[in-house]
């Protein structure tokens, strides 16, 4: 049904598709075309004057002049070379947003496509870097790698919508009132000064074997030795771990 507000000409196209078998018959393509007028339509069909129409190809053109208010007009190619991504907005919008507009262009203009697609994009953008690291030749492969990096868009909003989780904290023998309250001292029996914040590392394994797993890795660096005599020191102070 035309409705006055959209383009007349594609509402004849569509009306011809319609009766393609029947296009051989202007009477019978004539009679049917006002059953598809609404009232504003339908009332200038009513005004034409008898015997003013002598083939369907005139009644369209007729109908056309009428309506011609409502064509559309096809886009310039140079709105594509004025979009670009805004800041904030997803591939996926600016992505819907270009394929509408370049499908308001008439021509074939598929190459100007893959170009423009890509200018529209933010210089740091990972699809500009991929289409220009490594370029498609066509519209249907520009598609396909948009869809790809539309996908990894997607997940990375999932990612950042899910809440992370804390781990409880846990608390060995030295819990923080002990810490506040009293002062740290080192194995000569001295006095240090407390941190202002300390943090308790508390290992789910003996310390002895986290540090045979990790002292071959280039980051570990083994503790200075303990200076002055081996046989006077406190040996309730040692750990069970003992340097090779």
């Known amino acids: 049904m035309y409705n006055e507000r959209t383009d007349p000409v594609e509402h004849v196209s569509h009306f011809n598709q319609r009766m393609a078998v029947h296009s051989k018959n202007e009477p019978l393509m004539c009679k049917v075309f006002p059953s598809n007028l609404w009232s504003v339509a339908m009332r200038w069909f009513d005004s034409l004057k008898a015997g003013s129409i002598d083939s369907f190809k ?5 109908f056309g002049s009428r309506f011609v208010t409502c064509r559309r007009a096809p886009r310039p190619l140079a709105s594509l070379l004025s979009l670009s991504m805004k800041e904030g907005e997803t591939l996926k919008t600016y992505s819907d947003r270009y394929w509408e507009m370049f499908n308001e262009i008439d021509g074939d203009f598929d190459y100007v496509a893959i170009s423009t697609f890509k200018l529209g994009l933010p210089t740091e953008h990972c699809l500009r870097k991929s289409l220009t690291g490594k370029p498609v030749t066509n519209v249907r492969q520009l598609m396909d790698r948009i869809d790809k990096y539309k996908k990894v868009e997607k997940d990375q909003q999932q990612d950042k919508g899910k809440g992370k989780v804390i781990p409880q904290e846990r608390s060995d023998f030295r819990s923080n009132r ?9 194995f000569s029996g001295q006095s240090l000064p407390v941190a202002p914040q300390a943090v308790n590392i508390v290992f789910r394994e003996p310390v002895h074997q986290v540090l045979e797993k990790i002292k071959r890795e280039p980051y570990f660096k083994w503790p200075s030795k303990m200076s002055g005599d081996l046989l006077r020191r406190n040996q309730s102070l040692y750990c069970q771990y003992h340097q090779e």
């Open 58 to 62: 005139e009644l369209t053109q007729a």
């Open 178 to 186: 002990y810490n506040n309250n009293r002062p740290w001292r080192d």
